[in-house]
């Protein structure tokens, strides 16, 4: 009975800790949010549902990296088809005019898909989903 207890002890001290984050901020700018860690405790901000074939774009946060990235996926069966994700951030000039500093997409996918991270320190960021065709589905969300 003591060696068993000693066992389970040990083999709970020993468990890998879930992968920490290899960035922050600015440095997750264009890095991958599943191969950074930044995936691992992020959460939905926002979500727009387009019309093309039900998929829904994702305002994706991870409040360890302090980063943003656009996630698509289908929102019924039937997969996300040539759709895409979008994410810009900026900043605004002297008359409140939005600059875009940064761009990333995915690219088409028949699942899910997300796009490059980029800093939760820019002022505004644009999220999209897009479409095979010209619908698309866009929102600005001011920090």
């Not at 191969?35 to 992020?42: I, L, R, V």
């Not at 069966?77 to 951030?89: P, V, W």
């Not at 997300?114 to 989903?129: D, H, L, N, V």
């Amino acid at each position: 009975m003591t060696a068993v207890a000693a066992i389970v002890g040990f083999s709970a001290l020993n468990t890998a800790p879930a992968s920490a984050a290899s960035c922050t901020y600015a440095a997750c700018n264009g890095l991958d949010p599943q191969t950074s860690g930044c995936a691992n405790d992020a959460v939905t901000k926002d979500d727009l549902l387009t019309l093309y074939r039900g998929y829904l774009a994702e305002l994706r946060w991870s409040p360890s990296c302090h980063a943003f990235w656009t996630r698509i996926r289908p929102a019924e069966a039937g997969g996300a088809e040539g759709q895409y994700a979008y994410i810009a951030g900026g900043v605004y000039d002297a008359n409140g005019s939005p600059v875009t500093k940064i761009v990333y997409t995915s690219n088409p996918d028949e699942g899910e898909a997300w796009t490059k991270m980029i800093s939760q320190a820019y002022p505004w960021e644009r999220f999209c989903g897009f479409g095979p065709s010209i619908d698309k589905g866009c929102k600005i969300t001011t920090l």
